[in-house]
């Protein structure tokens, strides 16, 4: 077996790779909006990134199963079994997991500070990097003016998300045959909507100034399904994604840096025994 190698990126960020069967080694992993119990869950795919990785801890940011939809109707694959599975697994061998709820599991809350199989339970916290940054973990959901005011019109979006969604399979499943890599409708509706940038920006401003209100250096959450990284009047702001359509988490690095990873990347990481060519790491699809 080689000895195991030390990859760094132009960013500084390093991931630690050895044989093709051993996983790349984070500090730490942050996931949410997985929807779990949806047909636009990409369960297979969140399931070979956590084969693929390791870390000391593991934040699941909420959403992770999506109760509003399987009250509506019954879905759930094998492939979803196996997530959970696994991440029961990475707990009970030493990965320290906790699970921030959001509102698509929001009947999680009511056991706030319990711990399960190994799994801590929690419904804000900080979490300092290895460089000293206390960073807001949060999913972020009470930051939603629509969640907050008008819970029924959430869930109209919810309906109205998940038909996208259903378009964007069949949509999908023809650009596969056609030799054509995948394309999201719905990140381009929302890049392309004015109404959507407001209501994104306005979002990330938001949990923004309450990390700052808390005197925290940034603020770590998911809900709105936009992976990014930004400065906003002095804190960091990151979104992990989700797995359904950017197929995006955010990883710490041993020196406390933070970036985005998609599957995509990590699954090229794995195949190569060379960084070259990833230079574009953070770099997610458009």
């Not at 999506?66 to 959970?84: I, T």
């Not at 401003?205 to 936009?226: F, N, P, Q, R, T």
């Not at 992976?227 to 960091?236: A, H, L, M, S, Y």
Request: with cysteine; proline share 2%; net charge neutral.
């Amino acid at each position: 077996m080689r000895s195991r190698d030390q990859f760094l990126d132009a960013n500084g960020i390093d991931a630690t790779l050895g044989t093709k069967r051993d996983p790349l080694h984070f500090r730490t992993i942050w996931i949410s909006d997985v929807h779990l119990g949806t047909p636009g869950c990409q369960a297979q795919r969140l399931l070979e990134f956590l084969r693929a990785t390791e870390s000391e801890t593991l934040y699941l940011v909420g959403d992770i199963i999506d109760g509003w939809q399987l009250k509506r109707r019954w879905y759930w694959e094998q492939s979803h079994n196996n997530v959970v599975q696994t991440v029961l697994k990475k707990a009970k061998k030493g990965t320290n997991v906790i699970f921030v709820p959001g509102n698509h599991d929001e009947v999680i809350r009511q056991f706030i500070d319990l711990d399960f199989g190994g799994i801590k339970i929690r419904d804000e916290l900080v979490h300092t990097t290895a460089n000293g940054k206390r960073m807001l973990v949060i999913h972020g959901d009470r930051f939603d003016g629509v969640i907050a005011c008008a819970k029924w019109l959430a869930y109209v979006g919810d309906n109205l998300y998940t038909m996208i969604l259903k378009f964007n399979q069949w949509f999908n499943s023809w650009r596969a045959r056609a030799g054509l890599p995948y394309w999201s409708l719905s990140q381009y509706l929302k890049g392309k909507v004015k109404n959507a940038v407001n209501y994104i920006t306005s979002f990330e401003d938001a949990l923004a100034a309450e990390a700052s209100k808390k005197g925290l250096d940034g603020v770590i959450c998911g809900h709105i399904h936009k992976p990014e990284i930004r400065d906003i009047n002095g804190i960091k702001y990151c979104n992990d994604g989700d797995w359904v359509e950017s197929l995006s988490a955010l990883v710490e690095d041993e020196a406390g840096e933070l970036r985005l990873v998609t599957w995509g990347e990590i699954m090229q990481l794995k195949k190569s025994s060379k960084l070259a060519g990833v230079e574009d790491l953070c770099a997610l699809p458009s």
